[in-house]
């Protein structure tokens, strides 16, 4: 296995680094000592514990285990393969067959082999530090003095010069007690980091076992779709024989009469030279023993209907309702929407904990008032001071949901959603859609706007009937109002990254607004 290859094997997954002191745990996962004990000490305080690499769960403390063959294998590595020698710091003093350098000499600005190390005075002045080529970057820029301390008031590294002078009078701590303190931080850091990467491994796994299900549904879907339109397609191609030959039929229906009537035609025509040669005879026994042949009414009626029918109903064939039912037909399919199932939230009630003084909510919790008088809510955190506005006590953190609201009973009004952290008290920044953490849909009168982070845009028509729906998919990040008059018609769709659960939330500032609960019917896709 190549060098690079084996390091990577052997740093520990949380500090990054060689492992020190090896010990695993019982998932079989690898760490240093300190780091896994700093995670643990973080994950005391939940009473969780786990493993930060492959996120097994523990229901006690678990035991460390030494690895005693891995702390063996690390230690061959590095004597095989010191830090010095990859970092190309050498030995100052040897020069004809240069050394790589264990140790340098911030006093002296050398570096140092074993050799020369053993040599080199141990006076205190002479500070050793690990193999660096850049010896500066360790000393105050101002007075070229070692950095020995660090200053918590100005977070920078300072020298005894330093500490005397501009830094006199501040907190100081030596380098290693602020590094130590420092990486106490980042442990707790990492912790989080370590915390909210599993969160969202848990999240990706909701949404993949999601989609499998989705894709599932889609097959079946897809089948009876397409099983549907399969059967439209051969109703309308009936459809169209059936007109067709109706059309070719009521032409030859013609066709026959026109051939009826030259039958009839020459049969009369017989008739008529029958009695021509009997008017031209002399011989009359001869004309008295001839039949009677007076019967040229026979089927005249008949045949005078049918040729008032033919003439006058033009084949009896309605085209033009039949273009006027297929066209449509073609406009319904043209228009029509796509529509997937929703989850209801039908059971949205008013949480009266957020309700402004001056709002009135019903008993069942689905309808809200703007009042003259103070009713005299507690004082809760929750509450709004500013604006007449409340929240819905459920939110809604994933799926698909909507909801309506019956709006007849005022003029001025906002409804949407809201984050659970819009500011209550907070003068204008408070007012729903006046923020970046709510969305709303406005009415002013006779003036209907959408507003989101102070930003309005004005809806060119008006809403037609007293009911909106808001429509919330929360992974898609959409949040749509609709006017629901017939056909329900798209108002305007906020589309964004949802960073908090969402309420619904109302802003009345005359008459009622009443909560319709929400439903299970398609949503526009």
């Not at 909106?468 to 929360?474: A, G, K, M, P, S």
Request: with cysteine.
């Amino acid at each position: 296995m190549a060098s690079a290859d084996l390091r990577a094997e052997l740093e520990c997954s949380i500090c990054l680094n060689i492992y020190t002191d090896p010990v695993n745990l019982r998932c079989g996962h690898n760490f240093c000592r300190v780091c896994i004990d700093c995670v643990l000490d973080t994950q005391e305080g939940s009473g969780r514990y786990s493993c930060p690499e492959c996120r097994e769960k523990f229901q006690d403390r678990p035991a460390l285990q030494r690895n005693i063959t891995l702390r063996n294998i690390v230690e061959n590595f590095l004597s095989a393969q010191p830090d010095q020698v990859e970092s190309g710091v050498f030995c100052t003093y040897c020069v004809d067959s240069p050394l790589p350098a264990v140790r340098s000499c911030l006093l002296c600005e050398v570096s140092l082999c074993d050799k020369h190390l053993r040599v080199h005075k141990k006076s205190p002045e002479h500070v050793l530090c690990d193999p660096t080529l850049s010896m500066e970057s360790r000393k105050c820029s101002v007075h070229k003095k070692i950095l020995e301390y660090y200053c918590t008031e100005d977070n920078t590294c300072a020298c005894m010069l330093c500490v005397i002078g501009g830094h006199k009078g501040h907190e100081m701590e030596s380098l290693d007690e602020a590094s130590e303190k420092k990486k106490k931080k980042l442990r707790n850091v990492l912790q989080k980091l370590l915390t909210k990467r599993e969160e969202m491994e848990e999240r990706v796994q909701s949404l993949q076992e999601h989609r499998r299900k989705v894709e599932e549904k889609a097959a079946g879907d897809t089948e009876r779709v397409t099983a549907l339109f399969s059967d439209l397609r051969r109703c309308l191609k009936d459809l169209e024989k059936r007109v067709l030959r109706e059309i070719s039929g009521r032409a030859e229906l013609v066709s026959i009469s026109i051939r009826d009537l030259e039958i009839k035609k020459e049969k009369l025509s017989r008739k008529m030279r029958q009695i021509e040669e009997l008017c031209n005879m002399t011989d009359s026994l001869t004309v008295l023993q001839e039949s009677d042949t007076d019967d040229t009414e026979d089927g005249d009626n008949e045949d005078r209907e049918r040729h008032e029918e033919l003439l006058h109903d033009g084949g009896a064939l309605d085209v033009a309702g039949i273009s006027h039912t297929l066209h449509t037909l073609s406009d319904l399919i043209t228009k029509a929407n796509v529509y997937f199932y929703i989850q209801g939230a039908a059971d949205i009630l008013l949480d009266v904990n957020t309700a402004h003084n001056k709002l009135h909510i019903s008993d069942d919790r689905k309808t809200v008032s703007k009042s003259d008088r103070n009713q005299n809510h507690p004082e809760t955190p929750e509450r709004f001071q500013d604006y007449a506005q409340v929240l819905s006590s459920q939110s809604f953190s994933s799926g698909r949901h909507c909801w309506e609201v019956d709006v007849g009973g005022s003029d001025w009004w906002i409804v949407g959603m809201c984050y659970p952290s819009i500011d209550r008290r907070g003068g204008g920044q408070s007012w729903i859609g006046n923020n970046n953490k709510s969305w709303g849909l406005y009415r002013n009168g006779t003036q209907y706007e959408v507003i989101h982070n102070s930003n309005k845009i004005l809806l060119p028509t008006n809403i037609s009937s007293n009911r909106v729906r808001i429509d919330l998919d929360y992974e898609a990040g959409r949040i749509s109002f609709y006017d629901l008059c017939d056909p329900i018609r798209h108002l305007h769709t906020f589309t964004t990254t949802f960073t908090e659960p969402l309420h619904a939330g109302i802003w009345v500032y005359r008459g009622c607004i009443k909560i319709c609960g929400g439903n299970e019917k398609g949503k526009e896709a």
